[in-house]
């Protein structure tokens, strides 16, 4: 057991504490990846970046037909992997996706991703988790706003914020059907929220969220001070990558159009998770895995590289 790091973003320690600067950096030196450097410079800015196109539709279509072979599959049914929304039983998640689908690991070992978390993080890197958010028409409920790096930090034992999410979209995001909002310029400030984290929470916020959840006035400030809040749409095969400590979250979905998305968070190799730092037990691995295992590259999963920013549509 190494010991355990400073705790440098102090969370639900049962007070109110300040909002406070982000100690790391957001994009790491590296020799080089997918992205041009004025997608790179976005990125650090925004602490997001619209990937239109990534993965090519055939692909796409694979990833859809699987998704949907998991959630009927009888095996899975009471598997702790699935996660149902709170008020029904449809399936709202399924997590270490990458775990159950050998389609869905060659995707997120390829370097169409995982190049780009390397690039960005300027590192080897590793799954810390994936899921499939599903979201379906009429059913699929809210994600509230929360910033993953205050759950991987307070739950989880990440030290450091040097890890990102992409979130490839395997159907349309709309306007309309509970697509990401994201907050430009929020993972540069820590919010640290109130509260304990109970036992065994995971089992509950999977479904919704409570507990981390930031309070209005610090949420209105980081608003504020963006001018903004911006909505990430784009057609199958068009991806996200946000910092980990982006501040997100998403409507229900009350249209009749599902919004299925693979979500894949990369930590860098050089950030393991230790104890967790406001939580009385780790989360099981399913939810955060704790073995650093570097990912090699499998064969490519996607089509053309991505180019650039502008075709996609962020809307503000
Ligand atoms: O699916 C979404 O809209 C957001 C999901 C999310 O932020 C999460 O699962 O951490
Ligand atoms: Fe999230």
Excluded at 297 to 309: D, I, L, M, N, V
Aim: some cysteine.
């Amino acid at each position: 057991m190494t010991a355990q790091a400073v705790d440098r973003y102090p969370t639900r320690q049962g007070v109110a504490l300040a909002p406070r600067a982000r100690h790391d950096p957001v994009v790491y030196p590296s020799p080089g990846g997918p992205l041009d450097p004025a997608q790179v410079r976005r990125y650090a800015a925004d602490g997001f970046l619209l990937l239109d196109q990534l993965v090519d539709e055939t692909t796409v279509a694979a990833l859809g037909a699987e998704v949907d072979r998991l959630v009927g599959a009888p095996e899975l049914a009471d598997a702790e992997e699935v996660v149902r929304e709170p008020d029904s039983d449809e399936v709202r998640s399924i997590f270490a996706v990458h775990r159950i689908s050998p389609l869905v690991a060659t995707l997120v070992a390829s370097d169409t991703l995982a190049g780009v978390a390397r690039q960005l993080l300027g590192s080897d890197v590793y799954v810390h988790q994936s899921r499939v958010n599903r979201k379906l028409g009429f059913a699929g409920r809210e994600f509230a706003w929360h910033s993953d790096f205050e759950t991987w930090h307070a739950e989880d034992g990440m030290p450091a914020a040097r890890a990102l999410s992409i979130s490839l979209a395997l159907t349309p995001n709309f306007v309309h059907n509970g697509s990401l909002m994201l907050i430009p310029g929020s993972h540069r400030t820590f919010v640290p929220t109130g509260g304990a984290t109970p036992a065994d929470h995971y089992r509950t916020s999977l479904r919704r969220q409570q507990v981390g959840v930031p309070d209005r006035a610090s949420l209105t400030a980081l608003v504020e001070q963006a001018g903004d809040i911006a909505l990430v749409t784009g057609g199958p095969g068009s991806a996200v990558v946000f910092d980990c400590n982006a501040m997100h979250g998403s409507s229900g979905n009350m249209t009749p159009f599902p919004r299925t998305n693979i979500f894949v968070v990369y930590n860098s190799v050089e950030n393991p998770l230790q104890d967790p730092f406001a939580a009385p037990e780790p989360r099981p691995a399913f939810v955060a895995t704790r073995h650093v295992e570097p990912l090699v590259a499998r064969q490519e999963a996607s089509g053309p590289p991505a180019t650039g920013f502008e075709r996609g549509d962020v809307s503000r």
